[in-house]
Each structure stands twice: as structure tokens, then as C-alpha cells.
């Protein structure tokens, strides 16, 4: 029940077009969904985050798209460039929790 | 920015020996954690830490594992005798309370061999 689950496992993309990663979660009590960008040899960075309460959330280039009722988040990068090309995370908490939960991570690779 | 900074970059230790990472979490976070990432694998939770004490921990958190805010910026994850399956990146993070975003530094790569 602590899961969350996140396709694709890689993406290709070309320069302009729109990245769509998408997660699934079990835990009804999980209330904040960061989204974390990992380039190789650093560690994740804070990307956007999301609490339950609302169904979008809109950082420049970045949105995260949230369904409570059917557990389900997505990361959608709008015209995506050559230097968003890195691992993406997603991952949940619980309120006052500690622990994050983390997706198994999308490599996303936007081509010139 | 502020920001978590962990020492060594890279750790090479011998199977059995006691290893130590070291960070420093950012300056006016209170919170703590340890995660790792076996190559190829998702970030895992190891503990948490707060006032001193560890309030929660996984199960891969075991008794070769220990944690120590030793003065009033550092904070280390021991590992009493180095496993192969030890071999991992470990991540430490820090946020302000617990309803805040988790920062994390860029890891420190440990080979056990």
C-alpha cells in the first residue's frame, strides 16, 4: 500500500513537444506529491509539488496534473528542451510524515 | 541558495570495515534523513531524525546502521560492517518541519569491495 507506481520508464521527445510522466499511488493518506528532477551525479531536485486539494498546479513550463479519485498524478513539461533531458521522480508523503515514497523514476531524453 | 552538502563525493571501502557519511544539512532545517539508490533501482527511504532521536526509520534500517547529529551542523549515517549489497548512492536531505519540501544533497557514491 506504500507504493507508487510511475511509467514510462524512459521517453524520448523531440525539442518542442510535451513530456508526460504519470504516477499511481495505493495510500489514501499520502497528502503532498513532489516532483523531483535528478540529473547524473546530483542528487533529486524539488521540480513542483501538489497537495490533494487541487487538480492542478502550474510552474512555468511545468504542470502537475492531480486526480484524487483515482489516485493518479502526472508531470506534463511543455515545450520541452534539450537541457530537461534527466531522470524524473515523483513521490508522496503523509501529513507531518517523514518518509518519501518515491516512483521508480522516467529518463527522460528531449532530442535537438 | 543554501543548500545540503555531503562529504565524500565517492567512498571506497572494504567489505566488514565500519564506514561514516557525513552532511551538512542546510542551516535552519530541523528535520533529517537519510535515503540511498542502489544503481538502477528508486530512492529508498532509510530515517529520519529530529530533536535528536529518530523518529521513524525503514526496514532496511538495521542495527549495522546508526545515525548522529554529532555537533550543530553535522549529521552522519554509520555503517558498523560494510555488506556488498551496501554498494549504493546515499542521499541526505533536510527541510525546515515536516510539512516542508525535503532538500537533498548529491549523494555520496559507496563501493564495497
Known amino acids: 500500500q506504500q507504493q507508487v507506481k510511475q511509467s514510462p520508464q524512459s521517453l524520448i521527445v523531440q525539442k518542442g513537444g510535451i513530456s508526460i510522466i504519470n504516477c499511481a499511488y495505493e495510500n489514501t493518506a499520502f497528502d503532498y506529491f513532489p516532483w523531483y528532477q535528478q540529473f547524473p551525479g546530483k542528487g533529486p531536485a524539488l521540480l513542483i509539488a501538489?497537495?490533494?486539494?487541487?487538480s492542478e498546479k502550474k510552474e512555468g513550463r511545468f504542470t502537475i496534473s492531480f486526480n484524487k479519485s483515482a489516485k493518479q498524478f502526472s508531470l506534463h513539461i511543455m515545450d520541452s528542451q534539450p537541457g530537461d533531458s534527466a531522470t524524473y521522480f515523483c513521490?508522496?508523503?503523509?501529513?507531518?510524515?517523514?518518509?518519501?515514497?518515491f516512483g521508480g523514476g522516467t529518463r527522460v531524453l528531449v532530442k535537438p | 541558495e543554501p543548500e545540503v552538502t555531503q562529504t565524500p563525493s565517492h567512498q571506497v571501502t572494504q567489505m566488514g570495515q565500519e564506514v561514516i557519511l557525513r552532511c551538512v544539512p542546510i542551516s535552519n532545517h530541523l528535520y533529517f534523513y537519510w535515503y540511498r539508490q542502489i544503481l538502477g533501482q528508486k530512492v529508498e527511504f532509510l530515517v529520519s531524525f529530529y530533536n535528536n532521536e529518530i523518529s521513524e526509520k525503514s526496514e532496511i534500517f538495521d542495527d549495522q546502521f546508526s545515525v548522529e547529529r554529532p555537533d550543530g551542523s553535522n549529521f552522519t549515517l554509520k555503517i558498523r560492517s560494510t555488506k556488498l549489497e551496501d554498494s549504493a548512492m546515499y542521499f541526505c536531505?533536510?527541510?525546515?518541519?515536516?510539512?516542508?519540501?525535503?532538500?537533498f544533497g548529491d549523494g555520496t557514491r559507496l563501493s564495497i569491495l
Open positions: 513521490a508522496a508523503i503523509k501529513a507531518a510524515g517523514n518518509k518519501l515514497t
Open positions: 501538489i497537495r490533494p486539494d487541487v
Open positions: 536531505a533536510s527541510s525546515v518541519d515536516n510539512n516542508q519540501p525535503q532538500h
